[in-house]
């Protein structure tokens, strides 16, 4: 009988068999941290710098980029306190916020859940959903311009329907121009947040919805007892991004519109900032506002994910 033996050093080969290099405790996380270094760089140069420089300024009297300096302490903060145009621009800044977004936040949600039932022409309905996110703000201000001027599209046709009494120059108001900024907002704001919430609406379970209409749940119960609490955190999120691009970029409606009039009927804090600062040069004063406008914005996103937090 033949006996079979391994050749002599096929043991001390598979012993010896080239492992892979080792790297070293935190290599790879020690190589994350120093590609992220850039990032962070620019972050901090270029985010973080600028907001710094944002509460150092507002305690300088600084009445101009090329003006002499001087240090101003707590005096900007009467200043901003003491002016009535600061609190016109709280109160348009607060209506603007309360009006603007519930009703964004509401109508888009329900668009959403019905773009997301597949209904016929779902896809191009999404595309036209996003036509007012492709619009530049320019020619979305022209857009209004044209449709509430003296002799605008809403005038005309109130005109053609025998409501001549009812028009209005709407921009040059005071009793219209904030709510016609709002309706802008809303305007450009609801078919992309609509979109949104249908991409998360199609991450639902099928079964569930199926599940209530067994048990005969109409869609308008299923939209608010089903889905609505599935996507809580997620409607949270949508709704902080829209404060704060409402409290923020607001200045650019107001600014290409009414500029901020008639008298202060629609001047909004994130305005009164650009105001003081590039057309009254009174740097110390913008940035102060700027300040208040970075606490409420923090005590806004607060507030709102405190909202909407889940609760199981």
Not at 189 to 206: K, W
Not at 213 to 220: E, I, R
Not at 279 to 299: C, E, K, N, P, R
Request: aromatic share 10%; hydrophobic share 50%; glycine share 10%.
């Amino acid at each position: 009988m033949t006996t079979l033996t391994s050749p002599p050093g096929a043991a001390a080969t598979r012993r010896t068999a080239p492992s892979s290099p080792v790297t070293g405790r935190g290599g790879p996380r020690q190589g994350g941290t120093i590609l992220a270094v850039p990032a962070l760089v620019w972050y901090l140069v270029f985010m973080v710098g600028p907001m710094l420089a944002i509460f150092v300024i507002a305690a300088l009297h600084w009445p101009g980029m090329l003006q002499p300096v001087s240090f101003a302490g707590l005096g900007n903060v009467r200043t901003v306190l003491d002016d009535p145009v600061f609190w016109d621009a709280v109160r348009n800044t607060a209506v603007q916020l309360a009006v603007a977004l519930p009703v964004m936040i509401l109508c888009a949600y329900m668009l959403g859940y019905y773009v997301a039932q597949r209904p016929p022409g779902h896809r191009i309905i999404r595309y036209l959903l996003f036509i007012p996110g492709l619009i530049s703000t320019p020619a979305k201000a022209m857009v209004f311009y044209a449709a509430l001027s003296p002799d605008g599209l809403l005038n005309g046709a109130l005109n053609g329907l025998g409501l001549g009494s009812l028009t209005d120059a709407w921009l040059a108001s005071p009793s219209t121009a904030l709510a016609c900024l709002i309706a802008l907002d809303v305007w450009s704001g609801i078919g992309f947040t609509a979109v949104l919430f249908a991409a998360r609406l199609n991450s639902v379970p099928d079964e569930l919805g199926e599940a209530a209409q067994l048990d005969g749940a109409g869609h308008w119960r299923t939209m608010w007892a089903i889905h609505f609490p599935v996507i809580r955190d997620y409607v949270g999120v949508v709704t902080m991004l829209q404060f704060l691009w409402t409290l923020f970029g607001s200045a650019q409606h107001v600014l290409l519109l009414t500029q901020g009039g008639p008298g202060t009927s629609s001047t909004t804090l994130s305005f009164l900032v650009y105001q003081k600062a590039f057309i009254a040069a009174d740097l110390g004063y913008s940035q102060t506002v700027g300040v208040i406008l970075f606490l409420a914005g923090l005590v806004g996103l607060l507030g709102i994910r405190r909202a909407f937090r889940q609760t199981y």
